[in-house]
C-alpha cells in the first residue's frame, strides 16, 4: 500500500456519460496530480493541485474537470465519455521535489 | 523544459548489475533528476534522485556525471521483479514549491532468468 488510495479501481461506463474518480493522497502531502495513461499515449499529466488551488494544468480536455477539497482529497470527473476515454487514471501525491511522487494504483476506466 | 533521452529498451540477466542511462544535455544548475519505474499493471513508483553527488538508497545508485548532462541508474543485482519500464525525468517546478513531472517513454528493462 503506497498510502495513496484511488477509487474505483475499476469502471465500465457508457459513451455520453460523466464519471468521478476520487484520490485521497498520502497523510501530509498537499499536492496532488492526476496521469492518464492509455496504450498508446503513455502517461500523460492532466491536472495538479495544490493545498485545494490548481497550480498547474497538462493535456487535460475541456470535458474533463478536477478539484481538491478541504480535507486534500481530489476528484477527477469526466464527462461526455468517448471510447478514446478509455484508459489508466492515476492520481499521485507530494510533499516536496526531496520526496518525489507517491502514486496510487490508479482507476481503469472502459467506455463501451 | 529540459528534456531526456533513453534507450528504447534494455535486457539484462537476473543477478547480474544493471546500467540504465539518460541524456540531460540541457539540464540547467537548479534541475534534479529523478528516476521512477512502473511494474506492469502498477501505478509508476519512486526509485531515486539527485542533484550532483552520486546517491544511493535500498533500491539503486544514481550516478551523475560530473557535467550533470547525463546519469546513470544502477541496479546491483537485477532480479525477475525489476523488469520494469524505467523513466529518468527532470521535474518542472509549478511554482511555491511544487513540481510537475513528465513523463517520457523510458526505458523497458527485460529480464533474463
Known amino acids: 500500500d503506497s498510502g495513496v488510495t484511488q477509487t474505483p479501481k475499476h469502471l465500465i461506463t457508457a459513451t455520453g456519460q460523466r464519471v468521478t474518480l476520487r484520490c485521497s493522497p498520502r497523510?501530509?502531502?498537499?499536492?496532488v496530480y492526476w496521469y492518464q495513461q492509455s496504450l498508446d499515449q503513455g502517461l500523460q499529466f492532466l491536472i495538479q493541485y495544490y493545498n485545494g488551488e490548481e497550480r498547474a494544468k497538462g493535456n487535460i480536455l475541456e470535458r474533463f474537470s478536477a478539484q481538491q477539497f478541504p480535507d486534500l482529497h481530489s476528484e477527477l470527473n469526466l464527462s461526455s465519455l468517448e471510447l478514446g476515454d478509455s484508459a489508466l487514471y492515476f492520481c499521485?501525491?507530494?510533499?516536496?521535489?526531496?520526496?518525489?511522487?507517491?502514486f496510487g494504483s490508479g482507476t481503469r476506466l472502459t467506455v463501451v | 523544459d529540459a528534456k531526456t533521452t533513453q534507450p528504447n529498451s534494455m535486457e539484462s540477466n537476473e543477478e547480474e548489475p544493471v546500467h540504465l542511462p539518460c541524456n540531460h544535455s540541457?539540464?540547467?544548475?537548479?534541475?534534479?533528476i529523478h528516476w521512477y519505474r512502473q511494474l506492469p499493471s502498477q501505478g509508476p513508483e519512486y526509485v531515486i534522485h539527485g542533484l550532483t553527488s552520486n546517491v544511493n538508497n535500498r533500491m539503486a545508485s544514481l550516478a551523475i556525471a560530473e557535467d550533470r548532462k547525463s546519469s546513470t541508474l544502477i541496479l546491483h543485482r537485477a532480479t525477475l521483479r525489476d523488469a520494469a519500464v524505467y523513466y529518468c525525468?527532470?521535474?518542472?517546478?509549478?511554482?511555491?514549491?511544487?513540481?510537475?513531472?513528465?513523463f517520457g517513454k523510458g526505458t523497458k528493462l527485460s529480464v533474463i532468468p
Open positions: 499521485a501525491s507530494s510533499v516536496a521535489e526531496a520526496y518525489g511522487y507517491t
Open positions: 497523510s501530509g502531502d498537499l499536492s
Open positions: 525525468i527532470l521535474p518542472t517546478d509549478s511554482g511555491a514549491g511544487s513540481y510537475q513531472l513528465t
Open positions: 540541457t539540464i540547467s544548475g537548479t534541475d534534479y
